[in-house]
C-alpha cells in the first residue's frame, strides 16, 4: 500500500471528511484492521481565507508548496490538495516536489467521462466558479462544458461556504437556497452538477435532489484509494 500525503485545513471540516473516506475506502478493499497509510500536514485556514479574499495566490502557493514537502519528507507516495479552490496554484505545488500530485478536478472528470455527462454544472467558491483554472481543465482536458450559476447566486454560494460550512454551520434555509440554485443550472442544460468545494456535501445531498451530484470530496478519495492500492 502506497502512503497518501494529505494537505488539509482547508477546512479543516471537510477534511475530517477526507480522512474518514480514505479510511472507509482501505477498510472496505482490504478487509480486517486495515487503515490507509497517510501522511497529513494540516494548515491554518485562517491564513489561506485572507490571502485569497486579498488575491494574493503567489503567497498562498508558498504556503502550500512548505506544506506539500513537508508531506513529502514525512514519507507520501503522492499527495491530494484536500480543497478544490487551492488548485488554482496546484501546478506550482506539483512542480516544487517529487511526487506527483492526483488533481481533484482530474478525479471528477474521469468520472463524469465515465458516466457520459457532457455538460455540467459547477458549485464553489467564487474564485472556482468565476476563475478558468478548473473548468478550463475539464473543458480543455476532457470536453466537458461547464455551466455556473449567475452573478448573484454566485454570492449565495460562495457566502454560505465561507460564513457557515467552513465554520461547521449547516442550515435548512441555506439547504434551500442550494436547492434552487441546483434547479437553475439544470434549466441552463446541466446534465449533472459538480459539488466543486469539499465543504458543500456537508450541506446538500443526492436524497435532496434529483439531478445526479458529483461530491468531490468522495470521488477525490475514491481515487485517492485507487492509487494507494496499484
Same mark, same amino acid.
Given at each position: ?105 482530474? =478525479?471528477?472528470?474521469?468520472? %463524469? /467521462?465515465?458516466? @457520459?455527462?457532457?455538460? $455540467?454544472? #459547477?458549485?464553489? !467558491? ?53 436547492? =434552487?440554485?441546483?434547479?437553475? %443550472? /439544470?434549466?441552463? @442544460?446541466?446534465?449533472? $452538477?459538480? #459539488?466543486?468545494? !469539499? ?32
Amino acid at each position: 500500500m502506497k502512503t497518501i500525503g494529505m494537505i488539509g485545513g482547508m477546512s479543516w471540516e471537510s477534511t475530517t471528511s477526507y480522512y474518514s473516506a480514505l479510511n472507509h475506502g482501505i477498510q472496505a478493499a482490504l478487509g480486517g484492521f486495515h487503515s490507509a497509510k497517510i501522511a497529513m500536514v494540516s494548515v491554518d485556514f485562517a491564513e489561506i481565507e485572507t490571502l485569497q479574499h486579498q488575491g494574493q495566490w503567489g503567497e498562498t502557493a508558498e504556503i502550500l508548496i512548505k506544506t506539500a514537502q513537508s508531506v513529502e519528507a514525512a514519507g507520501a507516495d503522492f499527495f491530494i490538495i484536500c480543497t478544490n479552490t487551492m488548485h488554482k496554484v496546484a501546478d506550482r505545488v506539483e512542480a516544487a516536489v517529487s511526487i506527483p500530485l492526483l488533481h481533484i478536478a482530474d =478525479a471528477t472528470a474521469e468520472k %463524469l /467521462v465515465e458516466d @457520459g455527462i457532457t455538460r $455540467v454544472g #459547477l458549485l464553489g !467558491t467564487r474564485f472556482t466558479m468565476e476563475q478558468d483554472f478548473y473548468k478550463s481543465r475539464l473543458t480543455n482536458k476532457y470536453g466537458i462544458e461547464v455551466v455556473i450559476p449567475d452573478d448573484q447566486k454566485m454570492d449565495t454560494v460562495h457566502n454560505i461556504i465561507y460564513q457557515e460550512l467552513c465554520r461547521g454551520e449547516i442550515n435548512t434555509s441555506s439547504r434551500k437556497a442550494y436547492e =434552487a440554485i441546483i434547479d437553475s %443550472l /439544470v434549466v441552463q @442544460g446541466a446534465q449533472a $452538477v459538480i #459539488l466543486g468545494c !469539499t465543504e458543500i456535501a456537508l450541506l446538500i445531498q443526492q436524497e435532496h435532489t434529483k439531478i445526479p451530484l458529483y461530491d468531490t470530496t468522495a470521488i477525490h478519495a475514491a481515487k485517492a484509494v485507487k492509487v494507494a492500492l496499484d
